[in-house]
């Protein structure tokens, strides 16, 4: 599987309780591995984070490649929540 690595959680952000991360840069490009598929536990939930406007080119066919920051969703099912927090 092609995975793109993100920074390790930080501290959860005050009024909401989301992990902030970031894509992790090296030489200008995107860090990514190649890994064996027996190594993912799970997929998770990003939600793009963003300002007071939603910037008018991302779409949801975009928004992967043109945020640079998200939040984990933990809500998003009971196992992410036991597992995340």
């Known amino acids: 599987a092609y995975v793109e690595w993100f920074t390790p959680f ?3 952000e005050a009024n909401h309780g989301l992990y902030k991360i970031s894509r ?3 030489n200008g490009e995107r860090l990514a591995s190649i890994i064996d598929i027996s190594d993912i536990r799970r ?3 990003l939600i ?5 406007v939603v910037p008018c080119e991302w779409t ?5 490649e043109l945020c640079s ?4 969703n933990s809500f998003s099912d009971r196992h992410a929540y036991l597992t995340i927090i």
């Open 10 to 12: 930080g501290q959860p």
């Open 24 to 26: 992790i840069i090296r």
């Open 43 to 45: 997929s998770v939930h």
């Open 48 to 52: 793009p984070k963003f300002g007071p």
């Open 60 to 64: 949801s066919s975009t928004v992967l």
């Open 69 to 72: 920051s998200f939040f984990v």
